[in-house]
């Protein structure tokens, strides 16, 4: 992160915002060091900040150089969008490559991998957790239709039997894509069991579907 320094932590925020032409609420800083004089003549205030170009900028190097060091041609496109609670931001990071099955990898391993790294680096960089989707030429778009529409016809098995269900181990954001889809499903509710790569879902019958 960045640091800067002005009289109050006001003045600092609004230069940022001006020079990176972003609103201040979306800047986040912590006020690493403040001096105050008599009569706050010569008062300073040191922060340490980013906005949400840095991070846009520091996804794009990094991916950059990762692909070039992997000798891959990579297009890479990030849009900045709200979460569905309004009060972060996420990246949606789209990749184009020369062969997207090589970036994909077998079952999308390769860029489940790619990333968790990309996340830990950002995570440790920014010091917050930032909110990352990768995704090339829409495979994870499609995947999460696939991973509803599997859920869908699990769900309404197990309001039919009354049975509980167990799905295949997946990773995490498919588990939440199947998570928030079926939160509104009447007679079944979800949870996770498992720890790491065998970490799956049960879709368990509640028996209020009314």
Same mark, same amino acid.
């Given at each position: 992160m960045?640091?800067?320094?002005?009289?109050?932590?006001?003045?600092v925020?609004? /230069?940022?915002?001006?020079?990176?032409?972003c609103?201040?609420? @979306?800047i986040v800083?912590?006020?690493i060091e403040e001096?105050?004089?008599?009569?706050?003549?010569?008062?300073t205030?040191?922060?340490?900040?980013?906005t949400?170009n @840095?991070?846009?900028e520091f996804?794009f190097?990094?991916l950059?150089?990762?692909?070039?060091?992997?000798?891959?041609?990579?297009?890479?496109?990030?849009?900045?969008?709200?979460t569905? @609670? /309004?009060?972060?931001?996420?990246?949606?990071v789209?990749?184009?490559?020369? /062969?997207?099955?090589?970036i994909?990898?077998?079952?999308?391993q390769?860029?489940?991998?790619?990333?968790?790294?990309l996340?830990?680096?950002? #995570?440790?960089?920014?010091k917050? $957790?930032?909110?990352?989707?990768?995704?090339? #030429?829409?495979?994870?778009?499609? $995947?999460?239709?696939?991973?509803?529409?599997?859920?869908?016809?699990?769900?309404?098995?197990?309001?039919k039997?009354h049975?509980?269900?167990e799905?295949? %181990?997946? %990773?995490?954001d498919e588990?939440?894509?199947?998570?928030q889809?079926?939160?509104?499903?009447?007679?079944?509710?979800?949870?996770?069991?498992?720890?790491?790569?065998? $970490?799956?879902?049960v879709?368990?019958?509640t028996?209020n579907?009314?």
């Amino acid at each position: 992160m960045k640091q800067y320094t002005g009289k109050t932590v006001d003045e600092v925020l609004d /230069n940022i915002s001006s020079e990176q032409n972003c609103a201040k609420e @979306d800047i986040v800083y912590n006020v690493i060091e403040e001096k105050k004089h008599l009569l706050g003549i010569g008062n300073t205030v040191t922060i340490e900040a980013f906005t949400p170009n @840095d991070v846009k900028e520091f996804i794009f190097d990094y991916l950059g150089a990762y692909f070039t060091e992997l000798n891959q041609g990579v297009a890479i496109e990030i849009i900045i969008e709200k979460t569905k @609670d /309004n009060n972060d931001n996420l990246y949606r990071v789209i990749l184009d490559a020369e /062969n997207n099955a090589i970036i994909i990898g077998k079952n999308g391993q390769t860029l489940r991998a790619i990333s968790i790294v990309l996340k830990a680096a950002a #995570n440790a960089t920014f010091k917050k $957790r930032i909110n990352i989707i990768i995704d090339v #030429n829409h495979y994870k778009e499609d $995947r999460y239709k696939k991973v509803k529409g599997i859920a869908n016809r699990v769900a309404r098995e197990v309001v039919k039997t009354h049975i509980d269900a167990e799905l295949d %181990p997946m %990773p995490n954001d498919e588990r939440k894509v199947i998570h928030q889809y079926l939160q509104d499903f009447k007679g079944v509710s979800t949870v996770s069991i498992g720890e790491g790569p065998k $970490r799956h879902l049960v879709i368990k019958y509640t028996g209020n579907e009314e």
